[in-house]
């Protein structure tokens, strides 16, 4: 009997609406997705269990979406895992810096719900190898 | 006596009005709490299927039906969250959020109170108008924007920016002219909302790079430049060689930078000659970063060496983003140039080392 | 005997000058109180419109904002390191479009610059500090993080006080606004999108703004970020809230409504850059440096010719510690005062001068009546009332009407500000946080009145003297805060 275990997902942003939208979205796409309001409680419900993608908030209280960003990229275990910023935060500079942080992908506020559940199957394809 | 009598008075007016002002508190306090907790109640049952609705989940259009059939005091409550979820998303889900607007009237309302005496009023109205984006909007909002009061101007351009028609791109230059000693518009703010109405108002760009108003000029070169307006370019090049106002000539050399040509590389390093304004100068040279020409290089390790350092600072960062050979520039410079040039080419290495943009190096050679 | 002829004397020289002032010094009362009052009114109104506005302010849409003027947060520290690294993180993190943050590390000696460092990951970097305005304290070198993109700038310098390591950070900022800020101020998230807001609606004209600034004792700092606000228990501390809340509630709103502000906090002040390099910064031998740059800029401007305004934001922005013993309190009201002489002094030109406009005719002169001779005449007026209340010279009646007028009329204004507080920003939220207010409100005409009025003239005093000023340390409580970010982001590398 095989048991297909949900894709796990976790979102950060200290914006509660967003964090419903999002979570709501993914969830009903078949993901299993955990939602936190801020960087730190993201970096424990990563190393918490094995996750595939985090969908980050730049800026949020505390550790922003880039710091939790780079952590996850200076240590072993989650170096590989897909990040999708997800952030208000238009500018090219910004844009750059995300990237160049290493994030996968950068969605901008306002954002089109279903364009995120896309670039969210695409980041994971891509992982996919 | 009578200081007693007026003592008396006195002291019984300050007490009663202190006795107002703490009843005033306790009031407003209460009132609050109550009105908070039961627009919580009343809500919880909406939530899910506002959520629902924006999240583009709602195929068969019950969340949308529900939400359309509330009734009016609980509209009242959901409202706000709606007007929340309105700049946040886009598309489909920003459609139907509009759409709940409309069928509860708030459209309508919203285009009537663009007439009304309060200014307030005027303001939200636009603001509602432009988060909705509804195209037929721009018509009754551009009338605004020659308000006598200039936070609904503001608003007014913004919404016309958000709604996104082009037509309104002359309304909002017009918009620009100083009214009564004050302001028409900031200028950002009518750049911004032009950047937001897409490649159709190239031609009015061209009428505006010719206007009288230097305002205008200004909004329009910098508008030319941030939105990659092509055609723009030979007025551009004028404007930035012959322009009176000096923002004007700045803006022209930024759009320069971003949206010119080979030929381009010659007129912005003229124009960090010396001779020129110093914000000209400095702009010149981070426009020519951005140009990212061939052509400049010798010229920008030049300006390594300027009396100006915070011009060098730019000249050595355009020379990093030009790419590899401006980078080989600036390392010739830092072993073998003098002072100066050593250091303003030293730092920005150690920038772009730190950024990781010196692997170009190990790729290209 | 002596003792008789002593009180006898006295008696009739408190009598002499009660004939003289009884009534002046009621009318004082009045018309103080009074025109707090209309100043208050005043700023309600301007809170209320402010209020209003956030409706169609579109704060979400300001942080995408392409082309939206930049800000430099400039943070002079000295010996900072209880509170630095969540400070300046929290500073990273404001909701804005573009925005820096430079540190200034005036020659701390405790861990200041390591913490940073480590927090931070900084690493030095060749960077020039240019010399736009001029500085004392030679700059040792700067920092950076090792990411080269996070936009934090730390500048180390030789200690020469804060109005110097300011200035250098005006000379490191490249953004065309320049904040300056206290490194134990908490931000609110949105607090450059407020005080942004006047320069962005008037670009040309706008020089100088500044916000509300309150009390943050006591209160739930999460992150560096105000999470519940809280009245502190001490009695000391509840009356100085009441105090922020008057001051911050009528002085400056309505100061900039009428157009004549002269005082920006230096807790927190925003500015634009070239005016602040035309001007020359700030002068790092004043004592009231903040109150003495707006009135340099408001006297280089009118010089000039320039057509510019000088607004207040009436939103909260900041929110800062305030001192928690008697001793740095005194110590803080002598040095305030002080400040507001040498200023007044030095600007004394200005004072009556029809060039000068409102600031000249309306601004100065009030400043100079209720706010610098102000504690000559209310200690003066307690004390003579008082003794010759003891004398039986004064009666009961007019001893009372003395009360009433001083000190009842005075917790009025408390009162209506507590209210205007309540009706627009409610942020105490617990009963008794408010019950604690209305009883500091009353509590503040028992003794602390009296006592700060004491210490301003001392300060006064001090300076006439010419003595030399003492800027006192303030030993840091710290956020009490709970910031695992912190620990996350001190990982050793």
């Known amino acids: 009997m095989t048991e297909t275990v949900k894709t796990r997902i976790v979102v950060a942003d200290d914006d509660l609406d967003i964090l419903d939208l999002v979570v709501f979205k993914l969830n009903q796409a078949g993901f299993d997705t955990v939602a936190v309001t801020d960087g730190v409680a993201a970096l424990a419900a990563i190393e918490a269990e094995p996750t595939r993608l985090a969908i980050l908030d730049i800026m949020m209280p505390g550790l922003s979406g880039l710091d939790v960003l780079r952590n996850l990229r200076a240590n072993e275990a989650t170096k590989g895992l897909d990040v999708i910023l997800l952030t208000a935060r238009a500018r090219d500079a910004d844009v750059d810096t995300g990237f160049a942080t290493g994030a996968n992908d950068y969605v901008i506020k306002p954002f089109s719900p279903r364009e995120l559940l896309h670039r969210v199957n695409a980041v994971l394809a891509r992982g996919d190898r | 006596m009578n200081v007693g009598r007026t003592f008396l008075i006195v002291g019984a007016a300050i007490g009663l009005a202190c006795a107002s002002a703490i009843v005033v508190v306790a009031i407003a306090k209460l009132r609050r709490g109550r009105v908070a907790a039961r627009s919580r109640a009343m809500l919880a049952p909406y939530r899910h299927s506002l959520i629902t609705m924006v999240s583009g989940e709602d195929d068969d259009g019950q969340a949308r039906e529900a939400l359309s059939a509330v009734s009016a005091p609980i509209w009242v409550r959901l409202r706000p969250s709606v007007v929340a979820f309105l700049p946040k998303v886009r598309g489909l889900p920003a459609d139907n959020l509009g759409e709940l607007m409309r069928a509860h009237g708030e459209i309508d309302e919203a285009t009537r109170r663009l007439t009304s005496r309060s200014a307030v009023r005027r303001a939200r109205a636009a603001y509602l108008l432009g988060l909705v984006r509804d195209p037929a909007s721009a018509a009754l909002v551009l009338p605004l924007l020659s308000d006598h009061v200039a936070d609904v101007r503001l608003v007014a351009a913004r919404a016309l920016g958000t709604i996104g028609d082009p037509a309104a791109a002359s309304g909002i230059l017009d918009a620009l002219r100083t009214q009564n000693g004050q302001i028409g518009l900031p200028a950002w703010v009518a750049a911004e909302a032009l950047l937001a109405m897409g490649p159709g108002i190239g031609p009015v760009l061209q009428i505006g790079l010719a206007s009288k108003d230097p305002a205008v000029r200004n909004v329009c070169a910098k508008v030319g430049g941030h939105g990659t307006y092509l055609s723009t370019v030979p007025q551009l090049r004028v404007l930035l060689a012959t322009d009176s106002d000096g923002d004007v000539r700045v803006s022209s050399a930024v759009a320069l930078g971003r949206v010119g040509g080979a030929h381009d590389a010659a007129i912005l390093l003229r124009h960090t000659d010396a001779s020129e304004p110093t914000v000209l100068r400095r702009t010149c040279a981070t426009a020519l970063g951005d140009l990212g020409q061939h052509e400049s290089l010798e010229a920008l390790a030049g300006l390594l060496a300027d009396d100006d350092r915070r011009l060098a600072e730019r000249a050595a960062d355009s020379l990093v983003r030009i790419g590899p050979e401006g980078i080989v520039q600036l390392e010739m410079a830092a072993t073998t140039g003098q002072g100066l040039s050593a250091q303003a080419a030293g730092g920005a290495l150690e920038v772009a080392g730190l950024r990781g943009q010196l692997a170009h190096i190990a790729m290209g050679s | ?493």
Not at chain 3, 415 to 437: C, S
């Open chain 3, 1 to 493: 005997m002596i003792q008789f002829d002593f009180l006898g004397g006295l008696a009739r020289v408190v009598s002499a000058i009660m004939n003289v002032v009884a009534g002046p010094v009621l009318v004082y009362f009045i018309v103080v109180n009074t025109s707090l009052l209309v100043l208050m009114g005043l700023a309600g109104g301007e809170f209320l419109r402010q209020h209003r506005r956030k409706g169609y302010a579109g704060r979400e849409e300001a942080v995408a904002s392409q082309l939206g003027q930049g800000v430099s947060v400039v943070v002079p520290a000295h010996n900072e390191e209880v509170v630095i690294v969540t400070s300046v993180q929290a500073l990273l993190a404001l909701r804005f479009a573009r925005h820096e943050v430079i540190v200034v590390d005036d020659g701390s000696t405790d861990t200041t610059f390591e913490r940073l460092r480590r927090a931070f990951d900084l690493v030095p970097v060749s960077r020039e500090v240019p010399s736009d305005v001029t500085t004392r304290g030679a700059v040792i070198d700067v920092h950076v993080p090792r990411d080269g993109r996070t936009r934090l700038v730390l500048v180390r310098k030789k200690n020469s006080g804060r109005s110097d390591s300011i200035n250098v950070g005006i000379n490191a900022s490249i953004e065309s606004l320049v904040v300056f800020i206290d490194a134990d101020s908490i931000l609110e998230p949105d607090a450059l999108i407020s005080v942004t807001k006047p320069f962005a609606d008037d670009p040309t004209r706008v020089v100088a703004t500044g916000g509300v600034i309150r009390a943050v004792n006591a209160c739930k700092i999460v992150d560096g970020r105000m999470v519940e606000v809280r009245l502190d228990k001490a009695w000391l501390v509840r009356i100085q809230v009441v105090e922020y809340l008057r001051a911050f509630m009528l002085g400056r709103s309505g100061w900039s409504r009428f157009g004549a502000l002269i005082l920006i906090s230096g807790a927190f002040g925003m500015f634009r850059r070239d005016v602040l390099v035309e001007v020359g910064g700030l002068d790092p031998d004043s004592i009231g440096e903040d109150f003495e740059l707006v009135m340099r800029i408001h006297r280089y401007m009118i010089d000039n010719g320039r057509d510019y305004r000088v607004k207040f934001v009436a939103e909260p922005v900041s929110w800062t510690e305030v001192p928690v013993t008697v001793k740095v309190l005194r110590s803080q009201r002598k040095r305030w005062h002080r400040g507001l002489w040498e200023t007044l002094w030095k600007y004394r030109g200005m004072l009556f001068n029809p060039r000068y406009g409102r600031v000249g005719l309306v601004a100065l002169p009030y400043y100079w009546t209720f706010e610098l001779i102000a504690p000559v005449l209310e200690l003066g007026g307690f004390v003579l009332v008082v003794l010759g209340f003891a004398l039986g010279v004064v009666n009961t009646s007019y001893a009372l009407m003395f009360m009433a007028v001083a000190y009842g009329y005075a917790t009025l204004v408390t009162l209506v500000a507590m209210a205007i507080e309540e009706l627009t920003f409610h942020k105490y939220r617990r009963w008794r946080d408010l019950g604690a207010i209305l009883m500091a409100s009353v509590l503040e005409n028992v003794g602390y009145r009296q006592a700060t009025a004491w210490w301003r003239l001392e300060g006064w005093w001090a300076s006439l003297r010419g003595r030399k000023p003492v800027w006192g340390t303030m030993t840091r409580q710290g956020f009490g805060d709970d910031s695992p970010a912190v620990a996350a982001m001190s990982r050793d590398v």
